[in-house]
């Protein structure tokens, strides 16, 4: 989990824009403050009226740029309004600091100067953004980043005293101070310097430039196009068998399905697994089943890493083998341990187990937790385990002693069930999907469904819900108003890194309200009563041979990532430093 967030993190957060009405009339005031500071220094202002041309000509700016940028679909209006906020604000600060000395000095250098330094600024700061973010060529985003600045900076004068820059005043700028005019060109150059040697950092440590690394990470995240991306996480995955478990009930009408994948959902939006738990879902539903997806004993490593491979992953799903059949089980056992806590059944020569250590947060188990458990459900009797992690507690890893009592109060639960009597059952389903209930944003595509069991004339109920992840303490909250025995969620990730949060994601319960959910409840309660049949089982078992990020791949991403980030904020301050040099010499040669 740890370095699947950590690489989405370090893209995500580089990225919060203002609205589109925001972005719109922060850029226009701002480029309005540049025409003002030029007309308080030129003292006489004879086109007022031409103000609105000033502004047809500083969106057509933009209008140009989006025609050059028509094969990037993330390049929206929006957006490229945004990109002009900071270099123009740069260019007004710079004029006005040029205007304050001139009234200081009664320079104009000083003035024609520092307007220059802004304009060298602003494509400077459109050179590293444009740059980065829409071309493979950096010289490329050179020739588009000078549009704007260079419209804008031909029109001021013209607006305001009639004639484009005052070509007399220029000249003799020139003449006068040809060092520090070309001393601002350096603006731009260290800005193009500062990337060249950037995307060279990436090559052993990411496999790819930061750069294009960059640019697969936008197309994914803000336009919904993973393949880049994806053909970068290709290469450093590698292949692996993955087991897929299902529990399937029959009835005279229906075929209900527990689903337990060994792939984990990820690593972010909308990459590879990301959206796992709807994807079997849905295929699952196509094939007339009425499925419940969750969250087996895995982690992060066990990502898929593209779409190829998830097909892969899916259609291996018609090549179940039946392990076991039946049509008794054991009724609901919990064993407390610690903060553990661990129920389950014993189905007929199998065990299903569902582990938790809610109300203290958690996150996935590790695999050997997996290993351990099943190694003691075989040497209890039992020829196989069905090992569910509920993920119902928002928190950090397990620590070793959480996982140790894990293990053993699932050794003490499968010692009890064991030997427990199995008697017939009924079985019963409902899924939110049935009942055109509306979700949140804190829960997927796959919706909330339960799987009921009469045993014995007693009820079980257990709650499977697309999400990532349960508030901390609403599991037993929700609990004490029905008969839950345990509440699971997936641990998709279908919006992981587009939730602007702290955590990149909305567990459940963190938008839908505790009253909500218990309606929901309710009501599939009440439909899953009225579905309820005798039933009998058969749980199958797959195998299928994916390609998987691999923990030490994924880690070895994450780090490679953290060490360009460094490099980039050293190079940056260097920059930032170089930049400040240029302009006090600047300053200091017109003064």
Not at 242 to 271: A, C, D, M, Y
Request: aromatic share 10%; net charge positive.
């Amino acid at each position: 989990m740890e370095s699947s967030y950590n690489i989405q993190r370090r893209f995500r957060l580089l990225f919060r824009l203002p609205s589109a009405p925001a972005s719109f009339f922060l850029a226009t005031a701002i480029v309005l403050s540049i025409l003002f500071i030029q007309g308080i220094f030129a003292e006489t202002v004879r086109n007022l009226n031409l103000i609105p041309l000033f502004l047809i000509l500083f969106f057509s700016s933009i209008v140009i740029e989006r025609i050059i940028l028509w094969k990037h679909p993330f390049a929206t209006f929006r957006r490229l309004f945004a990109v002009s906020i900071l270099p123009n604000t740069v260019w007004a600060v710079l004029s006005a600091f040029g205007l304050y000395r001139f009234t200081v000095l009664g320079s104009e250098d000083v003035f024609y100067v520092m307007a220059l330094m802004g304009m060298f600024s602003a494509i400077s700061i459109r050179i590293l953004i444009l740059g980065s973010v829409f071309f493979n060529r950096i010289v490329y985003g050179v020739l588009v980043s000078i549009i704007q600045p260079l419209i804008l900076f031909a029109s001021i004068p013209y607006i305001q005293i009639g004639i484009f820059f005052p070509k007399e005043q220029l000249i003799q700028l020139l003449n006068k101070e040809p060092f520090a005019f070309s001393i601002g060109i350096m603006i731009p150059l260290a800005t193009m310097t500062y990337l060249i040697l950037l995307n060279k950092t990436g090559g052993d440590i990411l496999k790819n430039s930061p750069v294009r690394l960059l640019q697969a990470f936008l197309q994914a995240w803000v336009s919904e196009r993973p393949k880049l991306f994806e053909e970068l996480f290709d290469k450093i995955s590698l292949e692996k068998d993955v087991s897929t478990k299902i529990l399937e009930f029959k009835t005279k009408t229906n075929r209900s399905v527990l689903i337990v994948p060994e792939v984990h959902p990820g690593p972010f939006h909308p990459i590879g697994s990301s959206n796992l738990p709807f994807d079997l879902w849905k295929w699952f539903s196509n094939k007339k089943y009425q499925p419940l997806v969750f969250h087996g004993i895995s982690g992060h490593e066990h990502n898929l890493p593209s779409k190829n491979a998830l097909e892969n992953y899916l259609s291996s799903m018609e090549n179940f083998q039946d392990v076991s059949e039946g049509n008794l089980c054991t009724e609901a056992v919990s064993v407390n341990v610690g903060k553990a806590t661990v129920t389950g059944f014993g189905i007929g020569d199998h065990a299903l187990i569902m582990i938790t250590l809610s109300p203290h947060g958690m996150e996935d188990f590790p695999i050997f937790v997996r290993e351990k458990i099943n190694k003691l459900a075989l040497g209890v009797g039992f020829n196989g385990l069905i090992l569910i992690d509920s993920h119902n507690s928002q928190g950090s890893n397990p620590m070793m002693e959480d996982c140790g009592n894990v293990i053993e109060a699932s050794n003490r639960l499968l010692r009890k069930i064991r030997f427990l009597p199995q008697f017939p059952f009924e079985v019963g389903y409902a899924h939110s999907s049935q009942l055109d209930l509306l979700m949140g944003e804190d829960i997927g595509p796959a919706g909330i469904g339960m799987i009921l069991l009469k045993i014995n004339g007693k009820t079980y109920e257990i709650l499977g819900v697309d999400a990532n992840n349960m508030v901390l303490g609403l599991r037993e909250k929700l609990m004490v108003k029905s008969s839950l025995i345990e509440i699971c969620t997936s641990d998709t990730h279908y919006n992981a890194s587009k939730v602007m949060n702290k955590l990149g994601y909305s567990p459940l319960g963190s938008i839908s309200s505790e009253e909500d959910i218990s309606s929901v409840i309710n009501k599939l309660e009440r439909r899953a009563k009225q579905s309820l049949e005798k039933g009998i089982f058969s749980i199958k078992y797959n195998t299928a041979r994916v390609r998987v990020l691999g923990s030490s791949l994924l880690d070895d991403y994450s780090i490679g990532m953290d060490k360009v980030f460094n490099i980039a904020k050293t190079g940056g301050v260097f920059l930032f430093l170089i930049t400040l040099i240029i302009y006090s010499l600047g300053y200091t040669i017109a003064k």
